[in-house]
């Protein structure tokens, strides 16, 4: 079990400890860090940053963030040819799938660069 669930576990009071532990040691859901994901799927950041009409330097920083939003992870992992997904658990019913987070298959576009134009020489 990774540091980082460890450490997410320890934080938990409730009965979802066991439930989280008893999904991770059963192998049902693979746990990687968006790096490791990327590498996994055989593809470079700049690789990455192309599919996404992104810079290179933008997967990076994704890639380090601790929080985003939904439509930046969905199109994170949709330049992958992946589908990301959202499931709320709750004790009293049958987990839910949530729909409508994020842009889906909408990849941002790359900013223009702006031509630097020459001081205009005084007259």
């Given at each position: 079990m990774g540091r980082n669930l460890n450490k997410m576990l320890d934080e938990r009071t409730d009965g979802r400890r066991d439930h989280i532990v008893a999904e991770s040691d059963s192998g049902d859901v693979e746990q990687l860090t968006l790096p490791e994901?990327?590498?996994?799927?055989?593809?470079?950041?700049?690789?990455?940053?192309?599919?996404?009409?992104?810079?290179?330097?933008?997967?990076?920083?994704?890639?380090?963030?601790?929080e985003m939003m939904a439509s930046t992870l969905r199109s994170y992992v949709e330049a992958m040819g992946g589908k990301l997904s959202f499931v709320a658990e709750f004790p009293d019913r049958p987990p839910v799938s949530l729909q409508g987070l994020g842009n889906s298959g909408i990849f941002p576009r790359r900013r223009p660069h702006s031509p630097v134009s020459p001081k205009p020489e005084p007259g």
């Open positions: 994901l990327r590498k996994a799927r055989k593809m470079t950041q700049a690789q990455l940053a192309d599919v996404m009409n992104i810079r290179q330097a933008s997967v990076a920083q994704t890639e380090i963030r601790k």
